[in-house]
C-alpha cells in the first residue's frame, strides 16, 4: 500500500497570495512526500513543488537533488500518460543498500504549455540567427502552446535565488555544490545540462536522460544542434570539475539522439572531460518514456550519488 502524501500546508517561499492548484495529490510506496502548493515566486509563475524524503536516515545530513518535470516522478495515476519515474522506490532501494549516500528529491512541476520555453538553454538560443529562432517559435505554433521565447534564465535564477534558499533553511541537508544535483529527461536533460554550466558554483553535477539536442522534432535543416555544442565549447564547467551524464535511446523520439549526443560527445572529450567525472551511455531498443527512464534510474543516480564517489555524508 502507498503512503500517505504528507501536505505541507501554510508555507510560501516568498509573501504574496497563495494560489490554490486543484491537483490531485501524488502518492508514495517508499519514503515521505510533502507538496508545497500553490506558492508564489517572483521569477516564474506558481507551481507546484514535491520533496521526497527518504525512510531509515534519521540523524543523517541529506544530498539534494532537484528534478524536472515533478509530475511525472512518483505516481502513474496522476501522471498525464499513467507513466512516472518510480522515484521514491528506486532511491529507497539504492539508500537502504548503501549504493548511494542518503539524499532528498526535489520534484518541481514543469510550467504547462510555456514548459519548451522555460527548458530550453535561453543563451543558445540568443546564439541562434533569425531562422533558428523561428524554427522553435514554429515548433511552439505546429505543438498548440502559446509562442513564447525561452526564459530559462528566469527558471534557472527561480531554483537558485528561491527554492535552493529555502530548502536549505527547512531540511536537513548539506549545501555545498558536491552534494547539490541535477537531473531531468529531453528538454528536462536540456536545462539539466544548462544549470550545471551556468551554476557550477551551485550545482555539483547534472544528469541529462534523453537530452534533446534537436531543440525541435525536425532535423532538416536544425541549426539548433549546432547552438547547443557551440555554447557547451564556450560554457562548460573546467574539464572534470563536476559531473556531468548523458544517455540516450534509439526508439520513438530517442531516434533522432544518437548523431546528435555522439557530436556533443565529441566536444567533451575535446574539452578533457573523462570518466569517471563524464560518462553518456547508449540503450539499444529502448524509447522515449518514463517508463525508460524509471527502468535504468539507478544508473545515472549511482553517477551522481554513490557512496564510493562522495564521502563524509555522515
Known sequence: MRAITKVATGVALLLGAVQAWAEKAPQVSAGQLEQLQGVTFKSVQPRTVEVWLPDNVDGKKLAVLYMHDGQMLFDATTSWNGQEWRVDEVAQQLIDNGTTIPFMVVGVHNA???RRAEYFPQQAFDGL????????????????????????DDYLKFLVEELKPYIDRHYPVHTGPEYTFLMGSSMGGLISMYGLTQYPEVFGGAACLSTHWPGIHDLNNNPIPEAFRDYLEHKLPE?????????????TLDALYPPLQQAVDKVMAAQGWSSPQWQTRFFPGTNHSENAWADRLAIPLTFLLGRAELQGEE
Open 112 to 114: 504547462g504549455e510555456h
Open 129 to 152: 540567427d533569425e531562422h533558428g529562432q523561428q524554427a522553435f517559435f514554429e515548433f511552439q505554433k505546429q505543438s498548440g502552446v502559446p509562442v513564447r521565447q525561452p526564459y530559462s
Open 239 to 251: 574539464a572534470n570539475s563536476r559531473k556531468l551524464y548523458f544517455d540516450y535511446g534509439d526508439q
